[in-house]
Nanobody
Framework: QVQLVESGGGLVQAGGSLRLSCAAS????????MAWFRQAPGKEREFVAA????????YYVDSVKGRFTISRDNAKSAVYLQMNSLTPEDTAVYYC???????????????????WGRGTQVTVSS
């Protein structure tokens, strides 16, 4: 079991940037992959990005490639999502999640993530 707390969301104009953070506690953070998801009003939850336990494998959804960067700091038990060139289509509640399996080598939307944070709101104005 793990507790996750997202932060860093807010209101930003189109073309701006935000950096989201996710702090984890409750288990050995460095042994597990982490991911970011988002859910916009009236839409299903969408996978955004994931990073493996050691940072060696990263996966992005096509719509954010070249704009978003996922990273992690295992010493701080934290994962980050740097979001640049934001558009109104990026408006959503952003959630972080953990992989329940240790040392998984493949990361992406097919993984069933076990623990979720409460989310942080990102709003991009046009």
């Amino acid at each position: 079991q793990v507790q996750l707390v997202e932060s860093g969301g807010g209101l930003v104009q189109a073309g701006g940037s935000l950096r989201l953070s996710c702090a984890a506690s409750g288990r050995t953070f460095s042994n597990y992959a982490m991911a970011w998801f988002r859910q916009a009003p009236g839409k299903e939850r969408e996978f955004v990005a994931a990073i493996s336990w050691n940072g060696g494998r990263i996966y992005y959804v096509d719509s954010v490639k070249g704009r978003f960067t996922i990273s992690r700091d295992n010493a701080k038990s934290a994962v980050y999502l740097q979001m640049n060139s934001l558009t109104p289509e990026d408006t959503a509640v952003y959630y972080c999640a953990t992989d329940p399996l240790r040392y998984r080598n493949v990361v992406g939307p097919a993984v069933q993530y076990g623990d979720w944070g409460r989310g942080t709101q990102v709003t991009v104005s046009s």
